[in-house]
């Protein structure tokens, strides 16, 4: 039974190999095929510095988004501390809990 197992786990190994290698030359091959000349080749400068500046104002809006989204939610998590604190009994910011004597 072990070279049976033996017998998978060789045969597994060495068509992961061949796999790999057959898949890298045809990648390769397919790429190369493709034309040489960049993608954006045939737009022009300026069209390429508006992308450029459309994309970065795209991203300082959605950086000022996110900052006014962790804003509110350190505000929310305020809020819940300070309902947790009042719920323990001791309604004070500095930690510390009242305890009942009984």
Known sequence: MSSGQDNFAGGFFLGAIVG???????????????????LDADISSDRQQSLRTSTESKI???RRGLEDK?????????DV????SNVNGSGQDDGERAYIDE
């Open 60 to 62: 300082e809006i959605a």
């Open 81 to 84: 501390r300070q309902q947790l």
């Open 20 to 38: 790999g290698v057959v898949g890298g030359v045809v990648g390769a091959w397919l790429a190369s095929s493709w034309s040489d000349e960049p």
């Open 70 to 78: 962790i804003a509110q939610l350190n505000n929310a998590i305020d």
